[in-house]
């Protein structure tokens, strides 16, 4: 007897090939029948009717940082709600194992990862018990507690504090740190670790405003760790060079990254719009310098424009500014008196003014929409730009900012006007998802909790390319979110729908699917808050044959499998795709 049969939708499997009616037969975990309508006629604990559905792979998303949510929200949430069934976890070089027995490293680790990833501090102190020491055993925790899949990247500043201690800021590593670096490396991969992530860009900086530990890496150290990864099979590469344009070096460091561990790299991330198209092509000529090289880089590109809610208390990506890294990272009582001294703030807008090239444009406070206010007095400003503030106040737009800020105590969440919706950026989009420089995803779900709703990825696309748009087929669309990155990572049997393949299924209404308004939802570990928003359209979504999620509501299921490499994966090398 079958588990489960859907039966009447049209497959679309993955591949990109025109969707089929047809049904489809689940036993043990795995697809074991697929054919015509009807045709799977073996008896079935489970009939599910997808007449006028589509029933496809379950989404994949790698590039996730779902590393400690997973201990205090087993759902990952809310990406299953939008069909994702795989996860890829540990990137950026941010990982919460390995661990020591010194509780200042996991102190150093978790206090990183709440200023550089945004997460509250107090969830990551309440809801993860960072009781472990090994991968392995961070690994053995997560294993069919959650819902969907996961994967986990080991991740180097992590491997870096734990060897180097209060020298993994600011020093080089020595040669016996290094082997012991490459030593923990080994154990985290052998230990099913999907491969090796880092960064060096200048917008990752710890909790007390300094460079995150794998910034002070040389290249030898990170060719070093690279030439680790080539000796597991079913490993890869992930690392954040720099904010765009990249210049040589970094194009250099990326092809030979690559080249070393004899692995794809793929880099984040490549937003896409109608007026940057020097700015896109310049980046993905570092894929082609790769081949050259002898390696495979691979840009992720974010399926949707960027839409980032800036606050000054947590400082992300403000912190871009010059001198504004050990300015965001002062505790908040000095934040605000230095808001507040005319002196002090003048100072900070000299350095902000300073910055030069793309970047500038962060400093131009004018554009920015206030998002959400917080005191009384701030309250009627919610929704105007900072220029109209200005010119109501007769003041600056710096100055109509920063007092609006303090008076909020840093709450003040401001949001770039979004560019990005026109029709030519959406057709850009899509021809960048086409070349096979890039690949798509960078939902950063999980992270920066206050900050972006690019956890709605998957559905975006089905709602805005595919539906309003009309810009590709569905079935391409799928492709792009199911087995083109399956392959990218090889993982077995997932990411398409055919016979012995996982029954990791969605199934959907694409007459309907988006993603629902997205708000703020105070259910974190200490009462915080994060944006938060739900699926339309998703009627099921399956994880290994069982049902995890309903409509709009989880199941108690929770079936997901950590991925281990060379077991769950198969070796993509750089010459490959």
Request: aromatic share 6%.
């Amino acid at each position: 007897m079958l588990d489960l049969v859907i039966n009447g939708g049209t497959i679309v499997d993955g591949t990109g090939q025109p969707g089929r009616p047809g049904s489809v037969g689940v036993r043990d975990g795995r697809v074991v029948a697929m054919g015509d309508v009807g045709a799977v006629d073996e008896p079935a604990r489970r009939t599910v009717d997808a007449t006028d559905l589509i029933v496809a792979p379950g989404f994949i998303d790698i590039h996730t940082h779902y590393d400690a949510q997973a201990f205090w929200d087993h759902t990952l949430s809310p990406s299953p709600l939008h069909g994702v069934t795989t996860v890829i976890g540990g990137n950026c070089g941010f990982t919460i194992a390995p661990l020591t027995d010194d509780a200042s490293d996991g102190d150093y680790l978790m206090r990183m990862l709440s200023r550089v990833e945004g997460m509250p501090l107090e969830s990551l102190q309440q809801g993860v018990p960072w009781d472990w020491h090994t991968t392995a055993e961070f690994l053995d925790r997560l294993d069919r507690r959650l819902v969907p899949n996961t994967g986990f990247l080991v991740g180097h500043s992590a491997l870096r504090r734990v060897v180097m201690h209060d020298d993994a800021v600011g020093k080089e590593a020595t040669p016996e740190q290094l082997e012991a670096m490459k030593q923990l490396l080994r154990d985290g991969l052998a230990a099913g670790g999907l491969g090796f992530s880092s960064t060096w860009s200048r917008t990752h900086n710890d909790h007390e405003g300094n460079p995150v530990p794998s910034r002070h890496a040389t290249a030898d150290e990170l060719l070093a760790l690279c030439g680790v990864v080539g000796e597991f099979p079913g490993t890869t590469l992930e690392f954040i060079p720099a904010p765009a344009p990249f210049d040589h070096d970094k194009f250099d460091v990326m092809a030979a990254m690559s080249r070393t561990a004899n692995r794809p790299i793929n880099w984040n991330v490549l937003a896409v719009y109608a007026k940057n198209g020097e700015v896109v092509e310049h980046q993905l000529a570092g894929s082609d310098y790769a081949a050259e090289q002898g390696g495979r880089v691979v840009a992720l590109t974010l399926p949707d424009s960027q839409r980032n809610r800036l606050n000054f208390r947590s400082g992300f990506i403000l912190d871009i500014l010059p001198g504004w890294d050990r300015l965001m990272a002062l505790p908040e009582d000095e934040k605000l008196a230095m808001l507040a001294d005319p002196a002090g703030r003048a100072e900070m807008d000299r350095l902000a003014q300073s910055q030069e090239g793309p970047l500038r444009s962060i400093a131009n406070w004018r554009h920015y929409i206030v998002l959400e206010t917080f005191a009384p007095e701030t309250k009627s400003l919610a929704g105007m730009t900072v220029g109209e503030i200005a010119e109501k106040q007769g003041k600056s737009a710096w100055d109509a900012l920063a007092d609006m800020v303090v008076a909020d105590r840093l709450r003040t969440v401001i949001v770039n006007q979004d560019r990005g919706q026109d029709d030519e950026s959406w057709r850009r989009r899509v021809e960048v998802w086409r070349d096979p420089r890039t690949i798509v995803g960078a939902s950063d779900a999980g992270a920066h909790l206050d900050m972006i709703d690019t956890f709605n990825y998957a559905t975006t696309i089905m709602a805005k390319a595919v539906r309003e748009h009309g810009l590709l087929p569905v079935e391409e669309a799928v492709h792009h979110i199911t087995g083109a990155p399956a392959a990218l990572y090889g993982m077995v049997d997932r990411g398409m729908l055919r016979e012995g393949a996982h029954a990791d299924i969605v199934v959907f209404d694409p007459a309907t699917v988006g993603p629902a308004p997205v708000s703020t939802r105070f259910d974190l570990p200490g009462g915080a808050g994060r944006v938060y928003g739900e699926a339309i359209g998703v009627q099921h979504v399956f994880v290994g044959g069982d049902e995890v999620v309903a409509g709009t509501e989880f199941t108690d299921a929770r079936p997901g499998r950590v991925l281990r490499s060379g077991r769950d994966t198969t070796t993509v090398t750089a010459s490959a795709g």
